[in-house]
């Protein structure tokens, strides 16, 4: 069966909270909720989880490269005490503030880690479009499944064509949840092309609509595929981007 998840920046407590209501309130299609762990805010990803209301699943992000070898992993208490069995592995950008502590530690070592020390938790990992060839990316997937994962989170798709020849050379067995996200101004175009190396295709255009259609149709693939599909809306309103759609 299909799931649906929205992935929600925890910016504040209180702004993930009231996300959180709306899309239990007013989206009942969204049966699950993902939240990364990013440096600059305050509130740790399996934190934010822990908000989410009855009926949501949620999936916390956790970079590898914060793992400490040497201790305890630092989210098994919340995982524990908030029912927490998923998690999306990453390998996590180096900070900026290079007084923050990072460890040599890749997605690969982080699954086998989560695998042995939570073995309840299911294990996703990331499939990246942009990064590397296709050969490349396929054998990077194959070692995270080898590795202990289940299935995969992607980033962001523009262009269903590249989709469907990703869809081809995913293992078999392992989940997928496609993703989306919302561009609606030359900086967002931008850092999705510089930064990501993301492709978007001729026809794409700076607007909701156009992000609303194709999330409509990356829908439509994840359950023709009998796999799972995952909404980010950046800088927009979740009802305005999801209404009529899930």
Not at 25 to 50: H, K, M, Y
Request: aromatic residues 12%; contains cysteine.
């Amino acid at each position: 069966m299909t799931r649906i998840s929205l992935e929600l920046v925890p910016r504040s407590r209180s702004k993930l909270r009231a996300e959180l209501a709306l899309v239990a309130e007013q989206f009942p299609g969204v049966d699950t909720v993902n939240i990364p762990d990013l440096t600059r805010f305050s509130t740790r990803s399996w934190e934010g989880c822990a908000f989410a209301p009855a009926g949501l699943r949620a999936i916390p992000h956790v970079r590898a490269i914060d793992l400490n070898p040497k201790e305890p992993l630092p989210m098994v208490g919340a995982f524990l005490a908030h029912g927490i069995e998923e998690v999306l592995i990453v390998s996590g950008d180096a900070p900026s503030d290079m007084n923050r502590r990072v460890y040599n530690v890749d997605a690969e070592q982080a699954i086998r880690r989560f695998r042995r020390e939570l073995p309840h938790v299911k294990v996703y990992a990331g499939l990246d479009p942009y990064r590397q060839s296709f050969a490349a990316e396929r054998d990077y997937l194959e070692r995270k499944l080898e590795a202990g994962a289940s299935g995969f989170f992607t980033q962001p798709f523009f262009d269903m064509r590249l989709v469907e020849a990703y869809a081809d050379i995913v293992p078999d067995g392992a989940e997928v949840w496609w993703g989306a996200t919302t561009v609606t101004e030359e900086g967002s175009l931008n850092y999705w092309q510089t930064r990501n190396r993301a492709v978007f295709p001729r026809a794409f255009e700076l607007t909701m609509d156009w992000d609303r259609r194709f999330a409509a149709q990356l829908l439509a693939f994840a359950r023709a595929q009998g796999q799972h599909a995952y909404f980010m809306p950046v800088k927009t309103d979740v009802g305005a981007y999801l209404q009529g759609i899930v």
